[in-house]
């Protein structure tokens, strides 16, 4: 399993007036948004995850987690479960199979056109069979691609197979269209895998994000729980209470996309 833990450079230091910061965005929303939340890379419990799970619990806000299924075993997965408990604000879906890149040239992917259309339904089917099985009604046949993207034969072989929608970055469904019947509920809005590199223009990146996604009614934001600190997760807390108690934004989960 290899994931990068690296910190982006905003979560080192938080302006003072990032209340006011925020606020001001959600109140320019122009009417009112549908927002998500969709963790990455789940699967092996540890302090970070633990700290997500409580602040989304504490928030009553709607977590959609992606599951990667090679890294899942029966101790994982009971010991995630029995930190998140029973409750219908958690999605636990598909995350690939290992989210390992088998792309020699070009971006990253695990589902991308280097592989051939057996191998690649074969570990789709592999990791939908796991999770099903370790996780029975828990498990939600939603699928969230490795680095949020794969080429058209992907696409309709998840339709084939019964998956009910994919989840990827915005822009992917003008590169890579999908078959009819399978929507794409897009993250536009990024916490922790960001590139900018000083925090001053971290957080203006992030806003625009946030001021952007919310200009059309649809914001996903994707999280890494790797890559977190404390400042991470207090601006989560700050940020899951005002989506929440906005009159501009709604929390949902995948299912209420649909």
Known sequence: MIVKNLVSSLWQAVPADVEHRLAAVLDAAPGQCRVFFRADDVAVPGRAMARMLEVFTANR????????????????WHELRAKAGESSQWCWHQHGWRHHNHQTMGKKGEFGNERDAQAKQADIER????????MGRDFQ???????NRFDRETGEILARTGFRAVSRSAGEGKKVPLPPGLPDLFINTDLHTRNESTPAEGWDALFAEFKDALATGHCGVMLHHQRTNGA???????????VRSHPNTEAVTFDDLL
């Not at 990791?127 to 370790?134: E, I, N, Q, S, Y």
């Not at 046949?141 to 680095?147: A, E, I, L, S």
């Not at 997760?233 to 005002?242: G, K, Q, V, Y």
Request: charged residues 15%.
């Open 127 to 134: 990791g939908r069979d796991k999770l099903a099985g370790l």
């Open 141 to 147: 046949p939603f699928f969230t691609p490795p680095w």
């Open 61 to 76: 806000v709607p977590l959609c987690m992606a599951v990667v299924p090679a890294w899942l075993n029966a101790s994982r």
């Open 232 to 242: 991470a997760f207090d601006f989560l807390d700050l940020l899951l209470r005002a």
